[in-house]
């Protein structure tokens, strides 16, 4: 089974830029949908990005259409998340997720990812004024 390791977060100020990576072992990343999900304190887990490279599929939350882009590397076998214009409300843990049922439909089924999917750890973005 894929396994994924997600890195890139850190300190940014109001403004600034990440870039988060989602790099895949053990399969690769363009047998599946990869998606972005987002938890910060107190709240749920929320879908905010996906990309499906069967299909061309991708996805963003209304919070972080615009700011952020997803991308995938096949030569590297990671799918990125740039960030820009980060906002204090970006602060969260950030996870990705592999998911081989929503290649096959699309990444309009990227919130399915929360009930099943591969998950790796999260990386931890902090943006501060």
């Known amino acids: 089974d894929v396994q994924l390791q997600a890195s890139g977060g850190g300190l940014a100020r109001v403004g600034g830029s990440l870039r988060l990576s989602c790099a895949a072992s053990?399969?690769?990343?363009?047998?599946?949908?990869i998606g972005w999900f987002r938890q910060a304190p107190g709240k749920e887990r929320e879908a905010i990005s996906c990309i499906a490279s069967s299909d061309g599929t991708t996805y963003y939350a209304d919070p972080v259409r615009g700011r952020f882009a997803i991308s995938s590397d096949t030569a590297k076998n990671t799918v990125y998340l740039q960030m820009n214009n980060l906002k204090p409300e970006d602060t969260a843990v950030y996870y990705c997720?592999?998911?081989?049922?929503?290649?096959?439909?699309?990444?309009?089924?990227?919130?399915?990812?929360?009930?099943?999917?591969?998950w790796g750890q999260g990386t931890l973005v902090t943006v501060s004024s």
């Open positions: 053990g399969g690769s990343l363009a047998d599946y949908a």
């Open positions: 997720a592999a998911s081989w049922v929503v290649s096959t439909v699309g990444c309009s089924a990227v919130a399915s990812m929360l009930r099943r999917a591969t």
